[in-house]
């Protein structure tokens, strides 16, 4: 399990936003420690998927040291700190892309080769349904780096398409053109009917109505 940053003295939960605790940890270090309970286990959770449990303890533990020494680049406009988590430890991940080929390689051999379902409404859901399997895995490796980070960042990391471009510093119109291109190579590789997704405001989708 990933290593606790910040032992010792541990922050008071409360209701308080993501930026209010930054505030208080400028002149309160311990405070921090509140922001790591919420959400070390998301972004523990995402690093071990992307490349393993060896790299996932050090990628959390970095991304709470970074954030910690990077206090100032927070956008205080934003209450949610996820977005900010989040593309630290992408780009700490990339450090680790070794890690992740040999986890995508090990999945593609050897998960079983099952079907995927192409009456999916979703294309993140079909992701985290069928990421285990060697079709996949295999495609998911072969994809544009770049590509496959937004589209992970989607689908795992649950992200709107704004909290990816706050996570990846982009425009949301490149993150749409990114998870576009990510969406076209999975139904190409996966032979997928195209998705009849429903985009709401948060940038996520809905699923079509099964009587439409």
Same mark, same amino acid.
């Given at each position: 399990m990933f290593r606790e940053p910040f032992p +010792? &003295? $541990? !922050?008071? &939960?409360?209701?308080s936003t993501d930026s209010d605790i930054i505030r208080r940890s400028r002149d309160s270090p311990a405070a921090f420690g509140e922001l790591y309970d919420r959400h070390a286990s998301v972004i523990y959770r995402? !690093? !071990?998927r992307r490349a393993g449990d060896f790299a996932a303890d050090d990628v959390t533990s970095e991304t709470f040291l970074v954030a910690f020494e990077r206090l100032d680049t927070f956008d205080h406009g934003r209450d949610d700190a996820r977005p900010w988590l989040f593309g630290i430890a992408t780009n700490l991940l990339r450090r680790h892309h070794r890690a992740e080929a040999r986890t995508l390689k090990t999945l593609a051999r050897s998960a079983p080769r099952e079907g995927v379902d192409d009456s999916s409404d979703r294309i993140a859901a079909q992701v985290d349904a069928t990421v285990a399997t060697a079709r996949i895995a295999g495609t998911l490796k072969s994809m544009a780096a770049i %590509? $496959? *980070?937004t589209l992970l960042l989607y689908a795992w990391a649950d992200l709107t398409y704004e909290g990816i471009s706050q996570a990846m510093d982009v425009p949301v119109g490149t993150v749409r053109s990114r998870l576009n291109r990510a969406r076209k190579t999975l139904r190409d590789t =996966? +032979? =997928? *009917? $195209? =998705? *009849? %997704?429903?985009?709401?405001?948060?940038g996520r989708f809905a699923a079509a109505p099964r009587n439409a």
């Open positions: +010792g &003295q $541990r !922050a008071i &939960q409360s209701v995402y !690093a !071990a %590509d $496959r *980070e =996966l +032979g =997928l *009917e $195209r =998705l *009849e %997704d429903t985009e709401n405001d948060h």
